[in-house]
């Protein structure tokens, strides 16, 4: 049997990147082991913008490995093994946020899009349901509702109106795409209905309806380019009726399809400021799209655009 001791791990990156460490030596017992190393890859400053690739390479007895593979298993069908390069991507770009920033999230299906809260380098907190219940959410600039929030988390909807006296005393609250299933929770300040309306085809127009709005200027001037390089689908469950209390801010639609603006609305709520959004954050800021994140990171900004 070889001698998996003999094994160098390492990373190839950018010109100008570091990595600590350099490189690892893997311990493996012998085959069927599998071991965890960790690399931190630091990026010069300032940093140019683009996508930059990382390659992992193992060095086992004067040979270089390149790929990885998971395994492929379903009860119905044999076992398989996929191979892929041991590949990853990374996107660096510029994106303003404001300093000392507090945030709670009130976690979704599937919900990546706290770890991209995290990247920006603002304060967040999940919030549990024994929180969502007696915290004290004045505490937080700004609270966020994940992706189907309304129809997985029964605590949730026991404290929405908790949320609602939030915003109405001067906090703001940011709410991602919900089934209809929401529309039967009142999960907004004014009557408003959500629809299955979505937007499939990723490079869809999108028109700002309203450019003078602070989401477009504070602290990140947003622009149509900023709807470059969307992957899947631009939204779903868009609103079809709301009160006109609300301010659509963006209209997209696919090919052939009529006007969908209720995407994303915004309206005052006492002292506060309520937002309902439909676009695809939960997809975009896991898969690092720049425009998403300037935007969202304006929408968490908002109590400091007042």
């Known amino acids: 049997m070889a001698n998996f001791r003999d094994t160098v791990l390492r990373l190839q990156v950018p010109a100008g990147w570091t990595v600590e460490p350099a490189e690892h030596r893997i311990a493996l017992a012998g085959a069927g082991q599998e071991e965890t190393q960790r690399f931190v890859v630091w990026i010069p400053t300032p940093a140019a913008e683009g996508s930059f690739r990382i390659q992992a390479v193992a060095d ?3 040979k270089q490995f390149l790929r990885g593979y998971r395994v492929i298993e379903y ?34 299906a599937g919900d990546a899009v706290p770890s991209a809260i995290e990247q920006l380098g603002i304060g967040m907190r ?7 219940a007696s915290a004290d959410l004045g505490q937080y600039d700004t609270l966020v509702v994940g992706a189907r ?24 609250l940011i709410v991602q795409y919900q089934t ?4 039967r929770v009142t999960f907004a300040p004014y009557p408003a209905k959500l629809s299955n309306d979505r937007v499939v085809d990723e ?10 709005h602070a989401i477009f200027h504070r602290p ?11 992957i899947q689908e631009r939204g779903r469950n868009f609103l079809e009726q709301w009160d006109e209390r609300f301010t659509p801010l963006l209209e997209s639609h696919d090919p052939g ?12 709520y006492g002292k506060g400021t309520y937002v309902y959004t439909g676009y695809a954050w939960f997809r975009q800021l896991p898969a690092g799209v720049p425009g998403a994140f300037r935007i969202f990171a304006n929408l968490l900004t908002l109590p400091r655009a007042k």
Not at 257 to 268: D, F, L
Request: overall charge negative; proline content about 7%.
């Open 60 to 62: 086992f007895q004067g």
């Open 75 to 108: 009860p119905h069908v044999r076992s398989h093994l996929l191979y892929r390069d041991a590949v990853t991507h990374v996107q660096a770009f510029t994106v303003d946020t404001a300093p000392g920033l507090n945030v709670g999230y009130v976690m979704g």
């Open 126 to 132: 999940l919030l549990s349901p024994e929180e969502l």
């Open 149 to 172: 929030a309304y129809e997985l988390r029964r605590d949730l909807v026991a404290n929405q109106q908790r949320l609602l006296e939030y915003v109405r005393e001067g906090g703001t």
């Open 180 to 183: 209809i299933a929401a529309n």
């Open 203 to 212: 490079t869809a127009p999108v028109t700002i309806l309203e450019p003078g």
């Open 220 to 230: 990140n001037r947003i622009t149509e380019r900023d709807f470059g390089g969307w």
């Open 257 to 268: 399809e009529p006007p969908r603006r209720g995407g994303m609305v915004v309206t005052t």
